[in-house]
């Protein structure tokens, strides 16, 4: 079954987006110095990633904010939101994943490091590439095809396991 999953590994200087096809991409906004630094940078990644999210899209997975990470910038923040505020708009069903659920499902550890989450990516994923951004979010979209019922790849227990409190979440979507 061809199911409408994403990923999205948001990120300021490299968005990763796993499509519902399955193809992957890092978007990187215009940076030009200190232009694009703020609300602009933030609106053109949220345009991006809405126009990459295709009409009839079943579920889109987003990677968590890592609530132990030292950001003194919380611009990372504003983008999380403004990015879910526009799928809700958009009727796009979706939830989020933490970092340590992903790295567990994808290695079976969860503080594994991003050339583990990209080794994982190679070898059962088949992907091709070398960024920790689209592995990540091709690790998302696995795990949203995954709790649909239709896994794209064949993990130990423990990994499965990952996703057992997502299972139980209903995704956030307009009611």
Request: charged share 25%.
């Given at each position: 079954?061809n199911?409408?999953?994403?990923?999205i590994?948001l990120?300021?200087?490299a968005?990763?987006?796993?499509h519902?096809?399955?193809?992957?991409?890092?978007?990187?906004?215009?940076?030009?110095?200190?232009?694009n630094?703020?609300?602009?940078?933030?609106?053109?990644?949220?345009?991006?990633?809405?126009?990459a999210?295709?009409?009839d899209?079943?579920?889109?997975?987003?990677?968590?904010l890592?609530?132990?990470?030292?950001?003194?910038?919380?611009?990372?923040?504003?983008l999380?939101?403004i990015?879910?505020?526009?799928?809700?708009?958009q009727?796009?069903?979706?939830?989020?994943?933490?970092?340590?659920t992903?790295?567990?499902?994808?290695?079976?550890?969860?503080n594994?490091?991003?050339?583990q989450m990209t080794n994982?990516?190679?070898?059962?994923?088949?992907y091709?590439?070398?960024?920790n951004?689209?592995?990540?979010?091709?690790?998302?979209?696995a795990?949203?095809?995954d709790?649909l019922?239709?896994?794209?790849?064949?993990?130990?227990?423990?990994n499965?396991?990952?996703?057992?409190l997502?299972?139980?979440?209903?995704?956030?979507?307009?009611p």
């Amino acid at each position: 079954m061809n199911r409408q999953v994403c990923g999205i590994d948001l990120s300021l200087r490299a968005t990763g987006i796993a499509h519902s096809n399955g193809a992957v991409e890092v978007f990187a906004p215009h940076y030009d110095g200190a232009s694009n630094a703020g609300m602009d940078r933030l609106c053109e990644i949220r345009d991006h990633v809405i126009e990459a999210v295709v009409v009839d899209t079943e579920l889109a997975i987003i990677e968590a904010l890592a609530f132990d990470a030292h950001d003194t910038n919380r611009w990372g923040a504003q983008l999380a939101g403004i990015v879910r505020a526009a799928l809700f708009d958009q009727e796009v069903p979706f939830l989020l994943c933490t970092p340590g659920t992903l790295k567990k499902y994808a290695t079976g550890q969860g503080n594994a490091g991003k050339d583990q989450m990209t080794n994982a990516a190679q070898k059962r994923l088949k992907y091709e590439g070398y960024d920790n951004n689209e592995a990540d979010a091709l690790w998302l979209r696995a795990v949203g095809l995954d709790l649909l019922g239709d896994p794209v790849v064949e993990l130990p227990k423990l990994n499965r396991d990952a996703i057992n409190l997502l299972r139980q979440q209903r995704p956030v979507v307009r009611p």
